[in-house]
């Protein structure tokens, strides 16, 4: 069985500029999770999906960040503009429902 | 203060050592509890769930007093493929839609 996948794997850009992430879930599974994690600290939820759903998006930075699951399979989290602090790993999990979450690598992002 | 609080560590120990990492939670409606394990550059992992009965899984035994509000992991026999963080999680409702983690504590098994 695929795993969550995420990409890219690594991103560089400089402060101000826009930003992308994707992910793709474990097939079949309804609920998607972005996370954030910062050096030294746990993830941190940024939204949560059911199908194309946001049902918890009470963390999201929404005035630069947004996602979308259009047709409640993959998804993209955007950053713009982005600042210094958005340096981070970040990481996007899939569930069946409410059952165990399963992580990507995560997108580590440096903001020069 | 933090929902979740964890000893960042490091722990430093040799192999065979024996170790536990204490974590404590302010929300005391939390209702569901796990240790994750995250290696380098990696994804955190589920490692176990945490029952008031207590459980171990091999090597690991997990401890949970709710009435104060605490959760353990215990290690047996450290190898050195233990060295990782360690994320004590917990969730606010039952199910695991809602994982609320603490920083982590980093343990170190040497030779």
Redesign the interface.
């Known amino acids: 069985e695929a795993g969550v996948v995420q990409s890219p794997r690594y991103k560089i850009i400089e402060k101000k500029q826009p930003v992308a992430f994707w992910c793709n879930p474990i097939s079949g599974h309804n609920?998607l999770y972005w996370y954030r994690q910062n050096l030294?600290?746990?993830?941190?939820?940024l939204i949560?999906y059911e199908n194309e759903e946001a049902v918890?998006d009470s963390q999201l930075p929404k005035d630069r960040f947004s996602a979308e699951r259009l047709k409640g399979v993959d998804s993209t989290l955007k950053i713009q503009p982005a600042e210094l602090g958005d340096s981070a790993v970040y990481?996007c999990a899939s569930?069946l429902d409410?059952?165990?979450?399963h992580?990507?690598?995560?997108t580590?992002l440096s903001i020069l | 203060r933090k929902e979740v609080e964890q000893d960042p560590g490091p722990f430093n120990v040799p192999e065979g050592a024996t170790v536990a990492f204490n974590c404590t939670y302010s929300n005391s409606a939390s209702q569901s509890f796990f240790w994750y394990r995250q290696d380098c550059r990696k994804e955190p992992k589920l490692l176990m769930s945490v029952y008031s009965s207590g459980n171990e899984d091999g090597r690991f035994t997990a401890q949970l007093n709710r009435a104060s509000q605490y959760i353990s992991l215990l290690i047996r026999d450290s190898k050195l493929s233990d060295s990782a963080t360690y994320l004590c999680v917990v969730t606010p409702s039952g199910g695991y839609n809602k994982l609320i983690f603490g920083a982590g504590t980093r343990l170190a098994v040497h030779p």
Not at chain 1, 40 to 45: I, K, T
Not at chain 1, 98 to 101: N, S, V, W
Not at chain 1, 103 to 106: A, E, P, W
Request: zero cysteines.
């Open positions: 609920t030294g600290q746990g993830p941190e939820l949560r918890d990481l569930s409410m059952g165990p979450q992580f990507g690598d995560g580590r």
